[in-house]
């Protein structure tokens, strides 16, 4: 069975740094585009940034560009997501998704119906 494993959650303090891994499991990511979504308690599973598979393009969403970057090292079958600047609003957990049924449309990549694999998951927190 294919899957996505997320790590390298955990509690932070505001200002501190977090990178998160994404690595594939049972299938080569280096074909597939990557998405990191989060879901803050109470609130509906956000994107939050996105890289293709063919260019490296990367999207961000305006709650995070500047603070964020998101990565890939396919040698290592891996997707990261450097979080920096962290604030109290980052904690959520974080997900990382991907599509292998078919070409994504890469304008569309902030919609959770465009993917179709995701993985289970890792709790970030930041607080003072």
């Known amino acids: 069975q294919v899957q996505l494993v997320e790590s390298g959650g955990g509690l932070g303090k505001p200002g501190d740094s977090l990178r998160l891994s994404c690595t594939a499991d049972?299938?080569?990511?280096?074909?597939?585009?990557i998405g990191w979504f989060r879901q803050a308690p109470g609130k509906e599973r956000e994107a939050v940034s996105f890289?293709?598979?063919?260019?490296?393009?990367?999207y961000y969403s305006d709650s995070v560009r500047g603070r964020f970057t998101i990565s890939r090292d396919n040698a290592k079958n891996t997707g990261y997501l450097q979080m920096n600047s962290h604030n109290p609003e980052d904690t959520a957990v974080f997900y990382c998704?991907?599509?292998?049924?078919?070409?994504?449309?890469?304008?569309?990549?902030?919609?959770?119906?465009?993917?179709?694999?995701w993985g289970q998951g890792t709790q970030v927190t930041v607080s003072s």
């Open positions: 998704a991907t599509r292998l049924a078919g070409r994504m449309t890469n304008s569309r990549w902030f919609a959770r119906d465009k993917y179709d694999t």
């Open positions: 049972r299938f080569d990511l280096e074909w597939y585009p």
């Open positions: 890289i293709t598979y063919i260019d490296l393009t990367t």
